[in-house]
């Protein structure tokens, strides 16, 4: 227990570090490509940082020769946790961060188009996946079709948000660094190469300590004895998600906000079209009811983002209704673990 516990410290602080490397290479990326903060936290933030929860059901449906009941809970769990902890735990973080400096009533002002954007497609998305869980396994050719269809969606959200980056970047809303490259301190020239590679090695940092902050978590759950399907909603999505919820923090507190809203919002949309697509294909896909009251979280907390959206502002105070949602959650979850 001690040694995970060690492994838990020193794989967060090694995720910390990433980020900073990760988000220092991606605003110096947007910058040299001339794209708008949009696209670069929306799209190359959100998927970067996305591998770890992506990587996860994966390989648990995918380890040994045939896929096991326990490793199919652990996908399912992992593909439907993913999107509840960005749209509660998530956003109330990167909002809890700059409640200091802001105040309770401050406004998180990031660009409302594609804030708009993000949350009216990540809604339609999970609404079609979570319906799907009510349709027979015997029917797969509609199963197979509603899967292409979500990854589809997701083509069609990627060429939208390039198309308006476009428009963006006309009136100046550019990608700026607000920082010098890391690499180039040590000597590295600026240029787009010097960025990727800071790029990828951030990423890998990010990923390799995610991975081992997940082998900690799930030591320590396991002594807990908290059920497969309850750990991949709740523990493993806490550890797979560390990237996006320190990489928001750090572009808030810098007054990144379109940035660090796309960074999580972005990652929604990815969790809720192609991580859905596999689970419909690959696991049972049915409404268990801790599947249910997951889906039905995640969609009253993405349906209250994308109702603060319409109305062109985004308060502080807001986001803790999803932080509150996050709770209900954990505390109906861990009442029905005990009585079942």
């Not at 869980?133 to 899967?147: E, G, K, Q, V, Y």
């Not at 806490?238 to 990652?267: C, F, H, M, Q």
């Not at 209250?304 to 999803?322: E, F, H, P």
């Amino acid at each position: 227990m001690a040694f995970s516990i060690f492994q838990l410290v020193v794989s967060l602080l090694i995720i910390v570090v990433a980020a900073e490397i990760f988000t220092n290479a991606l605003e110096h990326l947007g910058q040299k490509l001339k794209i708008s903060e949009g696209v670069t936290g929306s799209l190359f933030a959100a998927v970067g940082t996305a591998l770890p929860e992506t990587i996860v059901p994966i390989i648990a449906i995918a380890s040994g020769t045939a896929v096991s009941a326990h490793n199919e809970e652990i996908g399912v769990g992992a593909i439907i946790g993913a999107p509840l902890m960005l749209s509660t735990l998530s956003v109330f973080i990167m909002a809890l961060a700059v409640v200091g400096s802001r105040g309770l009533n401050g406004d998180i002002r990031p660009e409302p188009r594609g804030f708009r954007r993000d949350t009216r497609f990540f809604l339609l998305a999970f609404i079609i996946a979570a319906t799907t869980m009510f349709i027979p396994h015997s029917n797969t050719l509609l199963r197979a079709t509603i899967s292409g269809s979500l990854i589809g969606l997701y083509v069609i959200y990627v060429i939208l948000t390039v198309h308006a980056s476009k428009q963006l970047v006309q009136t100046g809303e550019v990608t700026e660094a607000g920082s010098q490259l890391l690499l180039n301190r040590v000597g590295l020239p600026v240029n787009l190469r010097t960025v990727l590679l800071q790029v990828f090695v951030g990423t890998g940092i990010l990923v390799g300590g995610a991975f081992w902050f997940i082998d900690g978590v799930q030591d320590a759950s396991g002594l807990l004895g908290i059920s497969a399907l309850l750990l991949s909603l709740i523990i493993i999505p806490i550890a797979t998600e560390l990237p996006e919820k320190i990489n928001s923090v750090l572009w808030i507190r810098k007054n990144k906000d379109t940035l660090a809203l796309g960074n999580i919002t972005g990652a929604m949309v990815f969790q809720g079209t192609i991580l859905p697509s596999l689970g419909i294909m690959l696991t049972p896909w049915e409404p268990r009811s801790e599947v249910l009251l997951g889906v039905i979280i995640t969609l009253i907390a993405a349906f209250w983002l994308w109702l603060n959206a319409t109305r062109r502002q985004l308060k502080i105070w807001a986001l803790g209704v999803n932080g509150l949602l996050y709770i209900i959650y954990i505390a109906i979850s861990l009442f029905y673990q005990k009585h079942v």
